[in-house]
T-cell receptor, first 114, second 110 residues
Framework: EAGVTQSPTHLIKTRGQQATLRCSPI?????VYWYQQALGLGLQFLLWYDEGEERNRGNFPPRFSGRQFPNYSSELNVNALELEDSALYLC?????????????FGNGTRLTVT | GQQVMQIPQYQHVQEGEDFTTYCNSS?????IQWYKQRPGGHPVFLIQ?????EVKKQKRLTFQFGEAKKNSSLHITATQTTDVGTYFCADYSGNTPLVFGKGTRLSVIA
């Protein structure tokens, strides 16, 4: 089966711009999660979508937003980019059978803000 | 909010030596999941522990869940260069998805 796919692989933006990151979950998975992995900070939970709705969000400002489409794919939008937004953004999917389901991660989008 | 603390942050071992990483929490953990991230890669699910005192093995890897469900450990016997990477523990709380520890980065010197 195809894994979680993310695009683009790399993204370079300047401060103040907007970035859009995309994620396609594994077929049959209804839950999509977004995590930020900045250097030295581990994985920080950003957003959780299930069945098209936002279920929870982490401790990030409102300029981080996203949505999930009817086909369960998702996009993450980051507005008014700041230098500290530079990080690897990982998308993960699960079967949606509760939060105990293991996460399957994509390869991530490396966002660089200059 | 819930925090999962991992120690050590880094570990350098000679190939063939054993390695252990520990995951601790001040609150009771729900289920512990362990992931491995190879350099330049993405986290890959290894195992989930659910029951108090549970021990699971995967070849040279042994995973334990503490009796009080406040700690967990991953032990690798006779490390190999293929074990290189960062090992993360993670737990969820209530309606909050997985909270990850900061990970232990393992380097294996051949």
């Amino acid at each position: 089966e195809a894994g979680v796919t993310q695009s683009p692989t790399h993204l370079i933006k300047t401060r103040g711009q907007q970035a859009t990151l995309r994620c396609s979950p594994i077929s049959g998975h209804t839950s999509v999660y977004w995590y930020q992995q900045a250097l030295g900070l581990g994985l920080q939970f950003l957003l959780w979508y299930d069945e098209g709705e936002e279920r929870n969000r982490g401790n990030f400002p409102p300029r981080f937003s996203g949505r999930q489409f009817p086909n369960y794919s998702s996009e993450l939008n980051v507005n008014a980019l700041e230098l500290e937004d530079s990080a690897l953004y990982l998308c993960a999917s699960s079967l949606g059978q509760g939060l105990s389901s293991p996460l399957h991660f994509g390869n991530g989008t490396r966002l660089t803000v200059t | 909010g819930q925090q999962v603390m991992q120690i050590p942050q880094y570990q350098h071992v000679q190939e063939g030596e054993d390695f252990t990483t520990y995951c601790n929490s001040s609150t009771t953990l729900s289920n512990i999941q362990w992931y491995k991230q190879r350099p330049g890669g993405h986290p890959v699910f290894l195992i989930q522990l659910v029951k108090s005192g549970e021990v699971k093995k995967q070849k040279r890897l042994t995973f334990q869940f503490g009796e009080a469900k406040k700690n967990s450990s991953l032990h690798i016997t006779a490390t190999q260069t293929t074990d290189v990477g960062t090992y993360f523990c993670a737990d969820y709380s209530g309606n909050t998805p997985l909270v990850f520890g900061k990970g232990t980065r393992l380097s294996v010197i051949a």
